[in-house]
């Protein structure tokens, strides 16, 4: 196969797990449209009777997580370990066909009531064993993608490989961990020492999305010589001992020693645009490289602000911890996958509809309002726990225009799903080009 037919084959499979991820995000936003009116009137909840605001957060949640946020990261995958360029590529799609069951499959046993409890853990009943056995199917692809890729002496340097078989041997226990930590028997779905969800470990977490900035231009892009790329998988695995130094004898967040150990993040923040530098970057990237990192660093500074003795205690269980995951989600994951997928498709029709300017401001205007009004909302419900229980001038003001944010949001994910819809002619995309380019 020559190289340019293995490079279209690989942007054709590419191209359809990344749109089946785009069209998760669509169905994600309509759901949370749907929950936001719900919050402003109440009484439409029994136009689908059993179906409850509770049930159907579940379901946004989960077709954020495992659908939009996860199936960008399936085409890296795909990519890194050349599937359709191995003649895997019908395995490839059905792979990507059986994680998009797996997502209806668990709304519908969701739906009907069925969840172990557990935040992003809900997997249970059949959807509980359907869904770790389409990772692991996925994982069979990939390590045939693998195996095509040594018998034919692919894949790059011996180190490349290694790194390869290396990912390979991480992402084999996934399904097993997930069946387990979904069930009843493993942890609470409370923390007894916190009161709140399982799991108080928030450095690691974050340091994990450390080394996922630092991978993905990693496996992607040429890169020159420079101090910070080596300064930075210097400091990571330095960063990670110094984590397991900490310990783990308090799970509050009183200790000075906590607080302490997360502001050690923030010098990752110009640590991470410093290392993208190293990197030689495609134009069509600028716009949403930008945006990732500057919400990574406003994600950074504010999770760092929350987490203060004081502030936390004040925003805790309130729209100011929302206020915080959308940051998370919507600003910094969703400008990190998008920039992937235009890293991943290289120049084309589907690149340049998803820089367009109107829907990338809609988006991050969107999640910016968003963003202002649950920190607002969180601040006053700290004081007055009733707040956002009864309705009130300010209280539906507020709720009203979360609803706006969420609808503007839901329109630019449609817009970006669009783009993946069959191609326009060679003219229609020299015009829209010359548009843009004068924009």
């Known amino acids: 196969m020559s190289e340019a037919a293995a490079t279209k084959g690989d942007r054709g499979l590419i191209q359809f797990a990344a749109a089946h991820g785009y069209l998760w995000l669509f169905a994600a936003n309509v759901v949370g449209v749907w929950l936001a009116f719900l919050l402003l009137h109440p009484g439409a909840g029994k136009w689908l009777g059993e179906w409850s605001y509770g049930r159907w957060m579940i379901v946004h949640l989960n077709w954020q ?106 992402l084999l226990p996934v399904p097993a961990v997930l069946y387990l930590a979904s069930g009843p028997t493993v942890y609470p779905p409370i923390n007894p020492g916190t009161g709140g969800p399982t799991g108080a470990s928030q450095l690691e977490s974050s340091l994990a999305i450390v080394l996922i900035l630092l991978l993905l231009p990693l496996a992607l892009l040429p890169r020159n010589k420079s101090i910070w790329f080596q ?77 203060l003795p004081g502030i936390l205690d004040h925003y805790k269980f309130t729209d100011g911890l929302v206020a915080h995951s959308l940051m998370a989600m919507a600003g910094f994951t969703t400008s990190l996958l998008v920039l992937l997928t235009i890293l991943l498709l290289g120049q084309g029709k589907v690149t340049l509809w998803l820089n367009r300017r109107i829907t990338f401001w809609l988006w991050h205007g969107g999640t910016a309002a968003y963003i202002l009004l649950m920190l607002v909302a969180g601040w006053i419900e700290g004081s007055s726990p009733g707040f956002t229980f009864l309705p009130g001038t300010l209280r539906n003001l507020i709720y009203l225009l979360r609803f706006c944010s969420g609808l503007a949001m839901t329109v630019a994910s449609a817009d970006w799903l669009l783009a993946f819809m069959p191609p326009w002619t060679a003219r229609d995309y020299a015009d829209a080009a010359v548009k843009e380019e004068k924009k």
Request: aromatic share 18%; hydrophobic share 55%; proline share 4%.
């Open 231 to 307: 300064l930075c998988w210097i400091l990571l695995p330095l960063h990670g001992f110094f984590c397991v130094l900490m310990g783990r004898d308090d799970v509050s967040h009183h200790m000075p020693l906590q607080y302490l150990g997360f502001a050690s993040l923030v010098f990752w923040a110009p640590l991470v645009a410093l290392y993208f530098r190293a990197f030689r970057w495609p134009p069509e990237t600028l716009r949403w490289r930008r945006a990732t990192l500057v919400w990574w660093i406003l994600l950074v500074l504010v999770g760092l602000a929350q987490y």
């Open 65 to 170: 997580l495992y659908g939009w946020t996860s199936l960008p990261l399936v085409a890296w995958l795909m990519r890194v370990y050349a599937v359709e360029h191995n003649g895997l590529g019908a395995f490839g799609r059905a792979a990507v066909w059986i994680w998009s069951l797996a997502l209806v499959i668990g709304a519908c046993n969701w739906l009907r009531g069925g969840s172990s409890g557990k935040l992003f853990l809900d997997w249970s009943g059949y959807a509980g064993v359907y869904f770790p056995l389409a990772i692991f199917f996925l994982w069979l692809v990939l390590a045939a993608g693998l195996v095509s890729q040594f018998k034919n002496n692919e894949g790059g340097s011996v180190l490349a490989r290694s790194f390869k078989h290396l990912g390979l041997l991480c």
